[in-house]
């Protein structure tokens, strides 16, 4: 298993300053990741130093809460794509879809058709931490039936990340052509290796180095 190509070097911490990126972008050059994971701000640049490079730029929308308007996250997506974005993570409108809107599948089958016509993927962060078993099931099957390519369980920024439990549940009720993205408290290679049995086709995590120096380790 090549478990660097699971794996999105990610940094969305709040204090991030540019010399976080130009580490992350470093990291991510020497462990062959798959893709970095940044904030909108700093996608211009991070697609500067990745331009040489196969590794994916994925950056975020309507991050961390999800309940901006539909014009806006289509505006952020828009942009990040201009600069130079490959993937997009956006976080599903939980507001919307816990009061039962139709408005949630609308707006993501609105930002599906934007970033597959720039030929990016996108990926739907339900953010499990805050969803009942249920909810997650509904949840997963929504984000498939509105054209995202990939559903992610968290931002990072909630009380919990991702669960191998419920990556199982999002791999049983999305189709076979939707995959899954498992992200937040990902620390070790145990968690990694766990999450990638449950289901999960990508991994979020800002301890990829962690996880690499164990896989080496282990081999």
């Known amino acids: 298993m090549d478990i660097n190509q ?3 070097h990610t940094a969305l911490k709040p204090t991030l300053v540019g010399k976080d990126v130009d580490l992350l972008i470093a990291e991510a050059k020497e462990h062959r990741f798959l893709g970095v994971c940044v904030p909108p701000f700093w996608v211009k640049k991070t697609a500067r130093e990745l331009a040489d490079t196969d590794i994916q730029l994925v950056t975020v929308i309507g991050f961390p809460l999800g309940y901006n308007q539909t014009e806006v996250k289509e505006l952020e997506i828009k942009q990040a794509i201009e600069q130079g974005a490959n993937e997009l993570d956006i976080v599903m409108n939980i507001s919307a879809f816990k009061d039962g809107m139709p408005w949630v599948k609308i707006e993501l089958a609105k930002c599906a058709h934007i970033i597959h016509e720039a030929g990016c993927l996108m990926k739907v ?3 499990t931490a805050y969803l009942t078993d249920e909810e997650i099931i ?3 099957k929504l984000c498939s039936e509105a054209g995202t390519d990939f559903v992610k369980t968290s931002t990072g ?3 919990a990340g991702a669960k191998v439990e419920h990556i199982k549940l999002m791999r049983e009720n999305a189709p076979s052509n939707v995959g899954i993205k498992a ?3 990902i620390k070790t ?3 990694a290796q766990a999450m ?3 289901g999960a ?3 979020g995590t800002s301890s990829g180095v962690e996880i690499m120096q164990q896989y080496a380790d282990s081999i």
Do not use: H
Request: aromatic share 8%; hydrophobic share 45%.
């Open 6 to 8: 699971y794996i999105e």
């Open 125 to 127: 962060i339900i953010e």
């Open 138 to 140: 509904k949840a997963t």
């Open 157 to 159: 920024f909630a009380g």
């Open 183 to 185: 992200s937040g408290g």
């Open 189 to 191: 290679l145990a968690d």
């Open 196 to 198: 990638i049995n449950a």
């Open 201 to 203: 086709d990508r991994l």
